[in-house]
């Protein structure tokens, strides 16, 4: 079992985020210690866009992690039999409050 931590938030080149905003999908092995989980080798890309709200941009990606939280089957050749090899289910959420707020379609703080 491999719990993940799926991270999202909106990125941009400028310095204001109205122009050339990019909305991001990661996922961070839960496991893994802090200082680990900060190293750029184990922050996974999912997706990024600059065109779709990040609400269409997730569709692709929980359509994933529903399959993992299930297990990928494999054949096992000692057992003879099919076997759950992967079973990664989503720990936690991380973001920040508007984005949080996007994703639960809440008008956030005010």
């Avoid at 993940?4 to 941009?12: Q, R």
Wanted: one cysteine or more; a negative charge; proline letters at 4%.
């Amino acid at each position: 079992m491999v719990p993940l931590m799926i991270y999202s938030d909106d990125t941009s080149g400028n310095k204001s985020k109205v122009w050339n905003k990019f909305d991001s999908w990661c996922f961070l092995l839960a496991g893994l210690l802090k200082k680990e989980n900060a190293k750029l080798e184990n922050i996974h890309f999912i997706c990024t866009s600059n065109k779709v709200s990040v609400l269409e941009l997730a569709v692709a990606p929980v359509q994933e992690l529903k399959l993992l939280e299930d297990g990928i089957v494999a054949y096992d050749a000692a057992m003879q039999c099919d076997v759950p090899l992967i079973v990664s289910p989503v720990l936690c959420f991380l973001c920040d409050n508007s984005r949080a707020a996007q994703i639960c379609s809440h008008l956030g703080s005010s």
